[in-house]
């Protein structure tokens, strides 16, 4: 079980939902902003399955990526936020992505060739961590799997799908902003955000050349793609021809956590508020398109 200190950075126990809906009634802006991965509501079970030190899942967390959104959702962005954590169900993972070997009542051949994050241990339920190893004293069951499945994922990519489309009817277009956040890179300060595009196949290459620009002049140093060009939100929810653009965002966790990448620092305000304003941008350029169109 988790210690003391671990315990006051989780909230383990019943929640109430797998996830948030934020303006989503009455939507003002064709722009919704997913946070996926900075669930801290820990369910029981996986407290008492765990073969490691909790402190270790703290790794799985997009820590605080919520709060970063903050400042957008005042402002009236339409957003939808994950309460559970990374290590219940990975929703930036395709649903069939699940390593066999953790699982009763399921076979490998029932599968596809496991992905590389698969076979990294980071499925749709992550099961391992480099340096660590099996995070799972014995095996779920393939009807608990396939519950998590039907009750978190999939809702939650059909909500974005349908918040999408009535965005696109009512706007004529749409634009996901998927927010993550990302462990320091390797070179010491070199890069505040990653925006990711797929490389062109999830957004026009407007709306990633605005961010980029943007962020530049805003003092963020900024990169396109590399080495997080975008995951499974983006290929599921872009449809280029439709108009229906998507967008990852990873932000370096020392830019707004503390020293020990725990808590918020006194610039995440700063940072939230940076984010609201680049969705204020993409929203202007996909109208701003759309009047040109009419006209």
């Known amino acids: ?70 400042s957008a959702i005042a402002a009236g962005f339409p957003a939808i936020i994950a309460h559970r954590p990374r290590a219940w169900v990975d929703l930036n993972r395709n649903r069939s992505e699940i390593d066999a070997d953790m699982v009763n009542g399921l076979s490998s051949m029932q599968l596809p060739t496991p992905s590389r994050k698969v076979r990294g241990g980071l499925g749709v339920v992550p099961s391992r961590l480099h340096g660590v190893g099996n995070l799972w004293r014995k095996k779920w069951q393939w009807d608990d799997i396939n519950s998590r499945l039907g009750s978190s994922h999939e809702p939650y990519h059909s909500n974005i799908s349908d918040i999408l489309e009535q965005m696109r009817l009512k706007f004529g277009g749409a634009i996901l902003l998927d927010l993550h ?40 140093k900024a990169r396109l793609n590399h080495p997080y060009a975008g995951g499974y939100i983006l290929e599921r929810h872009s449809r280029l021809e439709k108009d229906i653009h998507a967008l990852q965002l990873e932000v370096d966790r020392r830019y707004y956590l503390d020293a020990a990448l725990r808590e918020p620092s006194a610039r995440l305000p700063i940072m939230a508020d ?7 941008r993409l929203v202007d350029q996909i109208n701003n398109q759309f009047l040109l169109a009419a006209e």
């Open 181 to 220: 956040s990302m462990p320091p890179l390797d070179e010491e300060g070199s890069v505040d955000i990653i925006i990711g595009d797929r490389f062109g196949r999830s957004a026009g290459s407007r709306y990633s050349e605005l961010s980029m620009s943007f962020l530049q002049q805003s003092g963020i």
């Open 274 to 280: 940076h984010i609201t304003h680049l969705a204020r």
């Open 1 to 70: 079980m988790a210690n003391q200190t671990v315990d006051n950075l989780m909230h383990i126990g019943p929640d109430d939902g797998p996830f948030s809906f934020h303006n989503v009634d009455n939507l003002q802006f064709p722009l919704l902003i997913s946070v996926p991965h900075a669930g801290r509501v820990y369910p029981p079970e996986i407290m008492d399955n765990l073969a490691v030190s909790a402190a270790h899942l703290l790794r799985l967390e997009d820590r605080y990526a919520d709060r970063l959104a903050g």
